[in-house]
């Protein structure tokens, strides 16, 4: 399933830079740079599923991707920011 996708089914942010995740309050969590589109999607669902579990146990309020073209990575905001 494509990021967008599985972002839109958990609503999960999307962030296109680091810098505009931070500039919105996020912290930057994992990072993979995957060598094509359909492990990107893969990287993405690993990131994702990862922390949608730690947004679950309440160590995390919010949770966000960031896709850029050649790296996914996740991002969060703390528990307690709110």
Do not use: T
């Amino acid at each position: 399933m494509h990021p967008k996708d599985l972002a839109a089914k958990y609503e999960v942010k999307v962030f296109d830079s680091p810098s505009a995740a931070e500039a919105a309050g996020f912290r930057l969590d994992q990072r993979m740079s995957p060598r094509n589109v359909w492990n990107r999607d893969s990287a993405a669902s690993a990131i994702l599923f990862d922390l949608l579990g730690k947004r679950k146990r309440g160590e995390v309020s919010e949770v966000a991707l960031v896709l850029e073209i050649s790296s996914v990575a996740g991002a969060f905001k703390e528990g307690n920011d709110e």
